[in-house]
């Protein structure tokens, strides 16, 4: 079983920046179809941010980050990344990588229930 490791995560103020790694350990990404980015705050249902298909990068957000979160993938480094910018303090949560090997997941990538692996997440917390 590859194992999802996130990085990068931590405390950044309102407008600041922050990308998130995820990186294959054990094994590569290329026996999954698709990578996403899901995130969830206290209290709240993991919501869909990004999703990247590995083969060929073809991208998926949520409405609401579209324009301020960027997905990319470097297929050499076995790492899928996620450019956050004009951070909110709306955007604290604990952001999770996840892998999807099936085809069914690719299509439909804003569900978890698309994902049969996940990293053990990274803290975001933007302050005001």
């Known amino acids: 079983q590859v194992h999802l490791v996130e990085s990068g995560g931590g405390l950044v103020q309102t407008g600041g920046s922050l990308r998130l790694s995820c990186a294959a350990s054990?094994?590569?990404?290329?026996?999954?179809?698709?990578l996403g980015w899901f995130r969830q705050a206290p209290g709240k249902e993991r919501e869909f941010a990004a999703a990247i298909t590995w083969s060929d990068g073809t991208t998926t957000y949520a409405d609401s980050l579209k324009g301020r979160f960027t997905i990319s993938r470097d297929n050499a480094k076995n790492t899928v990344y996620l450019q956050m910018n004009t951070l909110k303090p709306e955007d604290t949560a604990v952001y999770y990588c996840?892998?999807?090997?099936?085809?069914?997941?690719?299509?439909?990538?804003?569900?978890?229930?698309?994902?049969?692996?996940w990293g053990q997440g990274t803290q975001v917390t933007v302050s005001s």
């Open positions: 054990g094994g590569t990404f290329s026996n999954y179809r698709g």
């Open positions: 996840a892998a999807t090997s099936s085809t069914w997941g690719i299509l439909r990538p804003q569900y978890p229930q698309a994902y049969n692996n």
